[in-house]
Nanobody, 127 residues
Framework: QVQLVESGGGLVQTGGSLRLSCAAS????????MGWFRQAPGKERVFVAT????????YYADSVKDRFTISRDNAKNTVYLQMNSLKPEDTGVYYC????????????????????WGQGTQVTVSS
């Protein structure tokens, strides 16, 4: 079992920055692909970014490209999401997720392929 705990959310003005962290416990995530998703009020949970086990393959949703950066530190069992130039439409609960890398062929951009999820951290961007 992998337990995931997100942190770093908060209230920020348009154009501001936040850095989210996802701390894993229970197992090393070095063999896991990791993803970030977000869910706005009344909407479905959607893909934001994913990183493979080595950090060598990264994919972003078009809506966050060039503004967000996903990274990982396997030694610290932690994944990060640096969010810059935030917009009101980035508001939502941000979730971290994990899936064993060996089970993934294509980049895991679908929430349905992930095995483990955190409880989420709220990000609110004011206009």
């Amino acid at each position: 079992q992998v337990q995931l705990v997100e942190s770093g959310g908060g209230l920020v003005q348009t154009g501001g920055s936040l850095r989210l962290s996802c701390a894993a416990s229970g197992r090393s995530i070095s063999a896991y692909a990791m993803g970030w998703f977000r869910q706005a009020p009344g909407k479905e949970r959607v893909f934001v970014a994913t990183i493979n086990w080595t950090g060598g393959r990264i994919y972003y949703a078009d809506s966050v490209k060039d503004r967000f950066t996903i990274s990982r530190d396997n030694a610290k069992n932690t994944v990060y999401l640096q969010m810059n130039s935030l917009k009101p439409e980035d508001t939502g609960v941000y979730y971290c997720a994990a899936v064993p890398q060996v089970r993934i062929g294509l980049p895991p951009t679908s929430l349905h392929v992930y095995d483990y999820w955190g409880q989420g951290t709220q990000v609110t961007v004011s206009s």
